[in-house]
């Protein structure tokens, strides 16, 4: 069993930059994916970056080069460092880890992005 608690959101203007951090109730150390998901209003919630234990990195191609995500298995805590924003970055961001076939979600943090 895991908590994850999200913050960072908030409202920036685009071509500005926000960190999400997560906080985890345990060590993450051995949890072998930890996400950063987001959810636009009317769509469907969409994996935007993941991290290994290993730590490797994937991202979906729409922020590639504009996001970060890292980990500091020391804190429990993964990061989201978002950069260049842009209006349609606008969603709420879930933290997620998964561990084994089990998923764990975070309450979501609001990130709006203003033109």
């Known amino acids: 069993q895991v908590q994850l608690v999200e913050s960072g959101g908030g409202l920036v203007q685009a071509g500005g930059s926000l960190r999400l951090s997560c906080v985890a109730s345990r060590s993450i150390s051995s949890i072998n994916f930890m996400r950063w998901y987001r959810q636009a209003p009317g769509k469907q919630r969409l994996l935007v970056a993941q991290?290994?234990?290993?730590?490797?990195?994937t991202y979906v191609d729409s922020v590639k080069g504009r996001f970060t995500i890292s980990r500091d298995n020391a804190k429990n805590t993964v990061y989201l460092q978002m950069n260049s924003m842009k209006p349609e970055d606008t969603a709420v961001y879930y933290c997620?880890?998964?561990?084994?076939?089990?998923?764990?979600w975070g309450q979501g943090t609001q990130v709006t992005v203003s033109s």
């Open positions: 997620n880890a998964r561990s084994g076939p089990i998923d764990y």
């Open positions: 991290i290994t234990s290993g730590g490797v990195t």
